[in-house]
């Protein structure tokens, strides 16, 4: 007998960071199998599609004088009520620790022996930033205490957060992967016509300079996405583009927007790159310009998992990534890529050489990097374990809010 469709709430940011995409994706893929999901958020998630089991509650929070600041959490919390009320969540999947699964517990709370179930999935910076600052820690541990179940995308966030949090060994922290939809991300084209129309298109991406669009065109393209944050070193980006720069011909498309882009943009100038180097800004779907690039920078200070390097081998793209937080489960040092210690730059650049020095070496690394992702890192291999979690807590004995 067909197990019965659930009624599923996911709080989640709407932004255009991994812990939304992750989050708006999982909830389209489980209304593909049936279930019924309402996000709820302050504002509607970048790649959400409405459907006919999707669904989209706007939290509003109304501005008092009396608040210094608006206090979101609450609201959120209210909302969830409502939600849950109205339509009879089975559970709720809190995507990011603060403020969503303390906003599930409260909601929680009001709800009492009707009260939906609260998954946690932790998306990183939600522990090794927010959730270390002393503000916010025991309300972070609280939360995820309270959790009928946590889960983390790497081994390494599972223990960092056993370790910011001071949670024993022991706590249950269920390792569930991120994900890609390897149908729509796919490597570029290999029919000549077809591989013709694509390096007119990279081309053209840089065709605003005619003289650098001739003197570069059909050159290695390397690429970084990001929200463009500290703990990305979008600047240690362009210092390896340079160094790759100064020995041979060599383009940069840089894919997202943040606080640090200005910085980057006056540097590329500053060394008097901007004729090579293009900002492409944020975009919803990377499906389409992602297989332009020839590789994929990724110096990042730490990563929880790394999604844009999935997403990038997933065409068929090999990272030079750092060897920090949970790259390494990602990106397979002289198999799917190459590591390098934080901040060596010319670590990543030498890496880079190799790449572009030798295309064979690139191309196998790439198919390498995509067979892994479509038997490891799928969006049906992901679905099929939070489905199990999901069943595995509603089937536990029912656990009720103090």
Request: net charge negative; charged share 20%.
């Amino acid at each position: 007998m067909p197990e019965r469709p659930l009624h599923i709430g996911i709080s989640c940011f709407p932004t255009i960071g991994g812990s939304g995409i992750i989050a708006t994706e999982l909830g389209l893929a489980l209304a593909e199998r049936g279930h019924s999901v309402y996000f709820v958020s302050y504002d509607t998630p970048r790649r959400f599609v409405p459907g006919e089991r999707v669904h989209f509650y706007n939290v509003v929070v109304p501005d008092y004088p009396v608040f210094q600041r608006a206090p979101y959490a609450l609201a959120l919390a209210s909302k969830l009520v409502q939600v849950a009320t109205w339509h009879g969540l089975d559970l709720i999947h809190a995507h990011y620790a603060l403020p969503h699964a303390t906003s599930a517990f409260l909601a929680r709370a009001v709800l009492g022996d009707a009260a939906p179930q609260v998954i946690t999935t932790l998306h990183g910076t939600d522990v090794t930033l927010i959730g270390r600052e002393d503000s916010y820690r025991a309300i972070t541990r609280f939360s995820l205490e309270q959790s009928a179940a946590v889960t983390a995308p790497s081994a390494w966030l599972a223990g960092a957060t056993r370790k910011e949090l001071g949670l024993a060994e022991s706590t249950p922290i269920d390792v569930i992967a991120n994900f890609v939809d390897t149908e729509r991300l796919q490597p570029r084209p290999t029919d000549p016509v077809q591989q013709a129309a694509h390096a007119a298109h990279v081309d053209g991406l840089f065709a605003d300079d005619r003289c650098a669009a001739e003197r570069f065109a059909g050159t290695p393209v390397l690429t970084h996405i990001s929200n463009f944050r500290p703990v990305k070193r979008t600047l240690d980006v362009v210092h390896i583009f340079a160094s790759v720069a100064a020995r041979r011909p060599v383009r940069l498309l840089f894919i997202g927007d943040g606080p640090d882009r200005s910085r980057c943009e006056a540097r590329v100038r500053e060394l008097g790159l901007a004729a090579q180097v293009r900002f492409i800004g944020l975009l919803d779907h990377v499906a389409e310009l992602l297989p332009c690039a020839d590789l994929l920078l990724m110096p990042s200070e730490t990563e929880s998992f790394g999604l844009a390097a999935l997403e990038a081998a997933s065409c068929a793209i090999p990272a030079v990534a750092s060897d920090a937080g949970g790259l390494p489960e990602v990106v397979e040092h002289g198999v799917t890529g190459f590591l390098a210690p934080v901040g060596d730059i010319e670590a990543f650049a030498s890496h880079v050489m190799t790449l572009l020095n030798d295309p064979d070496l690139r191309r196998t690394m790439g198919r390498a990097a995509r067979k892994m992702v479509c038997e490891r890192f799928n969006l049906d291999r992901a679905v099929d374990r939070y489905e199990a979690l999901y069943r595995r807590v509603l089937a536990a004995p029912p656990t009720t809010c103090p």
